[in-house]
């Protein structure tokens, strides 16, 4: 299935216009939204962003026609480069733990 990744992901609004446009064009069906979480604050922020969008119908309504998975990349070079290697680590491994439980 192709994908549509939202580069620097920090609000759910991101998300949210990603998904407008994609159904404004027509290809909502063909799609899956991937929000991707680079700097260490879109880390230490992803949980937050990805529980609201799921609290919308809307977008419950999109990841359940999409099997009811939903993907997540996140990003190790920037959050190196934003934090250092430790920070970048550890707050990948936050990250990581938090999505699940969301």
Not at 38 to 48: F, P, Q, T, V
Not at 57 to 77: N, T
Request: charged share 20%; net charge negative; glycine share 8%.
């Amino acid at each position: 299935m192709p994908h549509y990744v939202i580069s620097h992901c920090s609000a759910v609004s991101d998300v949210l216009e990603a998904a407008a446009l994609l159904r404004e064009a027509g290809l909502a069906r063909s799609l899956d939204i991937i929000p991707l979480f680079e700097s260490i604050a879109d880390l230490a922020r992803c949980g937050e962003v990805l529980g609201a969008a799921l609290e919308l119908p809307f977008y419950r309504d999109w990841v359940a026609a999409r099997g009811g998975e939903q993907e997540v990349m996140l990003g190790y070079s920037d959050s190196n480069k934003d934090g250092g290697y430790l920070t970048a680590n550890w707050s990948l491994y936050k990250a990581s733990t938090t999505l699940v439980r969301v």
